[in-house]
């Protein structure tokens, strides 16, 4: 397996995009504006989106996805995620006024797009890959995922901050190799990210004190322009990890 990272920002700017990874060829977790370094043919392989919450952030690229490559396609892109998920979906963006509902382009039999929904700790098995969604803590509905393969596990834990669950979740992981999880304000913006729901290095330094395992870790959803200060801060408090930002066109192979 080959998780490609396409978006990892927490914003956009200067070669930043948001958050996008695409699993080998045809499955994209979340659809940031990452998914527009993509080129032309490998946009028409996406198959399956799983989605982490409906966050713009993370959702922005899909319609522009399906309206670039939907007539090119045999198949509808089937989008997996929490059933309150897809209905901001349903209700907010494929209404039919900030863009057209293609689960009924070009007709309901034969659509471009069509809405999985997930249960926290149920498997979706596609080949040999087992996606299945963890549970996280937001301000909206929201899950990480745990990717499988014979080789190992890697998870990625979308948007959160603490979230006993979630660490119970990883710890119960026995092949985990990978974490790929969220650190996104410095501690001077602690406010802003206890209000947004995100972590800052002190939150994650308490998260990963209770992780069992020793996976690679990779930082992800850094606020533009606060990296340098948020890793160093985070390297301070964590010193017996090693912590490593995501960087766009990164693989990680399993």
């Known amino acids: 397996m080959k998780f490609t990272v396409l978006g990892c920002s927490g914003g956009i700017g200067s070669g930043r995009h948001t958050t996008c990874f695409r699993v080998d060829d045809d499955v994209l977790i979340d659809v940031g504006s990452g998914v527009t370094t993509l080129e032309f043919d490998q946009l028409v392989k996406i198959d399956h989106v799983f989605l982490t919450h409906a966050h713009l952030d993370h959702v922005l690229g899909l319609p522009l996805l399906l309206d670039s490559v939907g007539d090119l396609r045999g198949r509808p892109v089937t989008v997996h995620a929490l059933p309150a998920v897809l209905k901001v979906l349903s209700e907010h963006l494929f209404n039919w006024q900030l863009w057209p509902d293609f689960r009924e382009i070009p007709s309901p039999d034969a659509p471009w797009l069509r809405f999985e929904p997930i249960e926290p700790g149920?498997?979706?098995?596609?080949?040999?890959?087992?996606?299945?969604?963890?549970?996280?803590?937001?301000?909206?509905?929201a899950c990480g995922y745990q990717v499988s393969v014979p080789a190992g596990s890697l998870v990625f834990s979308g948007d959160t901050t603490h979230s006993d669950a979630f660490v119970a979740?990883?710890?119960?992981?026995?092949?985990?190799?990978?974490?790929?999880?969220?650190t996104s304000f410095e501690n001077a913006l602690e406010d802003i990210a206890r209000a947004s729901m995100h972590h800052w290095p002190d939150s994650l330094a308490r998260e990963l004190r209770a992780l069992k395992a020793a996976p690679e870790i990779w930082i992800t959803h850094l606020k533009p322009g606060n990296e340098t200060s948020i890793m160093a801060e985070l390297r301070a408090r964590i010193p017996e990890r090693v912590l490593v930002p995501l960087q766009p066109g990164q693989v990680i192979a399993l």
């Open 122 to 141: 149920a498997a979706c098995v596609l080949g040999d890959r087992t996606f299945r969604p963890l549970p996280v803590e937001h301000v909206v509905p």
């Open 169 to 182: 979740a990883l710890n119960a992981i026995p092949d985990l190799r990978h974490l790929v999880i969220e």
